[in-house]
């Protein structure tokens, strides 16, 4: 079983920070690719961020140079760091997870809760 818990979100006025925690846990053999996607109400889930083991990075192009993914492999922890944050930011974050569970051969997709990001003008 793997479990990805976010948080860090809340609420933050336009121009402001914020930086999101994703941790995995539990039985993990390996992680591949984590990633940050939102979702807006009445928008459907995009892409914001994804990150892979070797430190490759991707970018949607609405947060380039404002928004930086990282990670903590020992830790099995991402973070989205998001400055300069605007009101069409507002949305609920959710950290995915590529990961191979212990004594699985395969990888398996894993979402996390979600956190709420709301920016206010």
């Known amino acids: 079983q793997v479990q990805l818990v976010e948080s860090g979100g809340g609420l933050v006025q336009a121009g402001g920070s914020l930086r999101l925690s994703c941790t995995a846990s539990?039985?993990?053999?390996?992680?591949?690719?984590m990633g940050w996607y939102r979702q807006a109400p009445g928008k459907q889930r995009e892409l914001v961020a994804t990150?892979?083991?070797?430190?490759?990075?991707n970018y949607a192009d609405f947060v380039k140079g404002r928004f930086t993914i990282s990670r903590d492999n020992a830790k099995n922890t991402v973070y989205l760091q998001m400055n300069s944050l605007k009101p069409e930011d507002t949305a609920v974050y959710y950290c995915?997870?590529?990961?191979?569970?212990?004594?699985?051969?395969?990888?398996?997709?894993?979402w996390g809760q979600g956190t709420q990001v709301t920016v206010s003008s």
């Open positions: 539990g039985s993990i053999f390996s992680i591949t690719q």
């Open positions: 995915k997870s590529v990961v191979q569970p212990t004594y699985r051969r395969y990888e398996y997709l894993y």
């Open positions: 990150i892979t083991r070797g430190d490759t990075t």
